[in-house]
């Protein structure tokens, strides 16, 4: 995995290092255990739905369609529950929903040959629609506190709540698939040439469908999440996340173009972009201002990676012709 890591990751790495040791000077209240406990709060679903997005990035495809998987999820969620049906049910009715919802995507990705762009584009309208249509405008909010407490818990004696230690498990077990394995190996031959990764076996319209099964199955514990955090289920949770979880992944070193990143980039990308967000908040950023920064991180990671290659591409031609 080590081997892994470019100039790009290491970069991240630094620049948050730089970010949470000066906004622990700068911003009063920046430093408190308190106020990162929240902080992990909201890295947790952007951080969750980053590690599957992670592997379709790689692999040449994009998912827009998750933040509206979790708002479809969140308002089944509210709508079953005042149908009197009980949370540990709901749970796997939204995880196979979830999963539906990617297996859908991954249908028309894989099986029409459509680009992912246009089609999770689409289905990003459509899901939300359809959360509209299963809840209204309405919000239930009177879940059990057994539940809602619960998942906003610390670990005993911390600010830190017990569900970043298991998205911190995911991410670990996400990073050995994707730099240890063969699965791995077949997701970046798939990026960097498909049709390559299919002469030498890999089945790959296959590794993609299962990777939208993924990401949507992922996405809809994200909604269970987010709905038992604010004990709210509605329509519209999530609305814009998906932005946040592409700046992320693309911040984190991984190429839009495919065959390249890895998660430990990925995860110093999450966690830079939430730390920066909310110490803008802290000090009493506007939240427009809060959009535009997020905005312009989308358009560095985009940028930056590819420049940075040119750079080094340049100054090895140059080499030989100073020696």
């Known amino acids: ?36 406990g929240f902080l992990l709060l909201d890295v947790i679903p952007i951080a969750l739905i980053a590690l599957p997005m992670t592997l379709i990035v790689i692999t040449g495809e994009i998912d827009l369609s998750v933040a509206s998987v979790l708002g479809l999820s969140s308002a089944v969620m509210g709508q079953l529950w005042l149908h009197g049906l009980p949370l540990p049910l709901i749970l796997p009715l939204v995880v196979l929903l979830g999963a539906v919802l990617g297996a859908v995507n991954g249908l028309f990705i894989t099986g029409f040959g459509l680009p992912s ?11 939300r629609g359809l959360a509209y249509v299963v809840l209204g405008d309405k919000a239930v909010a009177d879940f059990p506190f057994s539940w809602t407490g619960n998942m906003i818990e610390a670990l005993p004696g911390t600010t830190v709540p017990w569900v970043a230690l298991v998205v911190l498990v995911l991410a670990v ?35 993609k469908f299962w990777l939208f099964v993924l990401t949507g199955t992922v996405a809809a514990l994200a909604g269970f999440f987010w709905t038992m955090r604010y004990a709210s289920a509605r329509a519209d949770n999530g609305a814009g996340l998906e932005l946040s979880v592409v700046a992320a992944v693309l911040l984190g070193g991984v190429s839009i173009f495919g065959g390249r990143g890895t998660l430990v980039g990925v995860m110093a990308g999450v966690l830079l972009l939430i730390t920066l967000r909310n110490a803008l908040q802290l000090a009493d950023v506007p939240a427009d201002t809060l959009t535009v ?10 940028v930056g990676p590819n420049a940075a290659s040119m750079l080094r591409a340049r100054i090895r031609r140059r080499r030989p012709a100073t020696a």
């Not at 892994?4 to 700068?26: C, E, F, K």
């Not at 994707?178 to 590794?207: E, K």
């Open 117 to 127: 762009l246009a089609v999770t584009i689409g289905t990003l309208a459509l899901y």
């Open 173 to 207: 077990v996400f990073a050995v698939v994707l730099h240890a394995t063969p699965i791995g190996r077949g997701l970046y031959a798939i990026g960097n040439n498909d049709q390559a990764a299919a002469f030498s076996g890999i089945s790959v319209a296959r590794t």
């Open 1 to 36: 995995m080590l081997k892994r890591l470019g100039t790009w990751d290491v970069l991240v790495i630094v620049v948050l290092v730089a970010v949470i040791i000066g906004s622990s000077i700068l911003v009063e209240g920046f430093a408190s255990s308190r106020f990162w």
């Open 293 to 302: 920064v997020t905005g312009t991180l989308l358009i560095i990671s985009v």
